[in-house]
């Protein structure tokens, strides 16, 4: 499964840069606004990003509709480590994270090519719409790039990946430096974001039954895959957020479902689920060091396909 669907614009601007996670950043209006944190946090961005050995390009765009400066990133390093639950580190190299404009919330999603006139005239149509105004307004890139995905009519799939993403900007790793940013809602976006990527994943997850259905035990390696992520997602975010009965309902059908496909690594973390529902524990972990080696396995595997085919995975 690609979690990453987007691909960027050629960029006005261009430094390299060192990058811990490949997790939310603040564009540079944010960072001005925190100058008295500034130098702390950037030193210990630094010291992080030398103990990972991430390095990623910092990217400026133009937005499309009112001419402000959007920051962006593109990690160039490879990283498969310490990988949590909810996939939150669970990136094969490169990866682009997608910028915002603060002005008008619009997310850089821009491919390659430039925006058609007939494509900026939808946009503007889409951005001014009650709905996006309401619902991704102030926003994280990620969340607004969602609501933007439903309006344009974009698959299931890709839109419970985005918002999984938004889930990530909102999770509270550093709950301080969440707070900054957004200001007493993080963890109540968090819960929104985390719901709605729940509600595309059971979308796909009946898409994909009716593959299996159809299809038994010649059910390609990519569809298992987007399987079983569809039906172990919904699992994690439901415990993260403390739905601990609904957590044990998805747990248990989710593994009844995937019988055929008990020897899975992902079987083995759906399982360390449900110790962890049984626990009443909502906090974040990450996958076992085993877990974890079988996943790097496979993400190579992935991404030499993704380079035979000319794609970025």
């Known amino acids: 499964m690609k979690f990453e669907i987007l691909c960027s614009k050629k960029a006005t601007k261009r430094t390299t840069i060192l990058h811990p996670s490949g997790q939310h950043v603040p564009n540079t209006t944010r960072i001005l606004a925190m100058k008295s944190k500034l130098l702390v946090f950037f030193t210990t961005v630094l010291i992080a990003f030398l103990h990972m050995g991430l390095i990623i390009d910092r990217v400026i765009y133009t937005c499309p509709f009112d001419g402000t400066e959007i920051v962006s990133y593109e990690i160039r390093s490879r990283l498969v480590c310490e990988t949590e639950l909810d996939m939150g580190l669970s990136h094969a190299m490169p990866w682009r994270y997608v910028g915002q404009c603060e002005v008008c919330s619009f997310p850089m999603y821009q491919p390659d090519e430039p925006f058609t006139p007939e494509e900026i005239e939808q ?9 996006f105004q309401k619902e991704a307004r102030g926003k994280s890139s990620y969340f607004a790039l969602g ?13 419970a990946g985005v918002y999984l993403k938004a889930s990530w900007q909102y ?26 990527a729940m509600t595309f994943y059971d979308v796909v997850a009946t898409e994909l039954a009716a593959v299996k259905q159809s299809q038994g035990d010649k059910m390609s390696e990519e569809d298992v895959w987007r399987y079983i992520v569809a039906l172990y997602l919904p699992v994690e975010l439901s415990r993260r957020m403390g739905k601990f009965d609904e957590a044990s309902q998805r747990a248990e059908r989710a593994i009844q479902l995937l019988s055929d496909f008990s020897d899975h690594f992902l079987l083995d973390a759906m399982r360390y ?41």
Do not use: C
């Open 171 to 196: 999770s509270g790793r550093d709950p301080e430096y969440m707070t900054q940013l957004y200001p007493n809602t993080f963890r109540r976006d968090y819960r929104e974001a985390a719901r709605r």
């Open 123 to 131: 946009l503007k149509v889409y951005l001014a719409s009650e709905r």
């Open 273 to 313: 689920q449900v110790k962890l529902i049984a626990a009443k524990d909502a906090s974040q972990h990450d996958f076992d060091e085993d877990t974890v080696r079988k996943w790097e396995l496979w993400l190579e595997k992935q991404r030499k396909k993704a380079e035979e085919r000319g794609d970025i995975f």
């Open 147 to 159: 609501v933007l995905m439903e309006l344009q009519g974009e698959s299931a799939e890709n839109i």
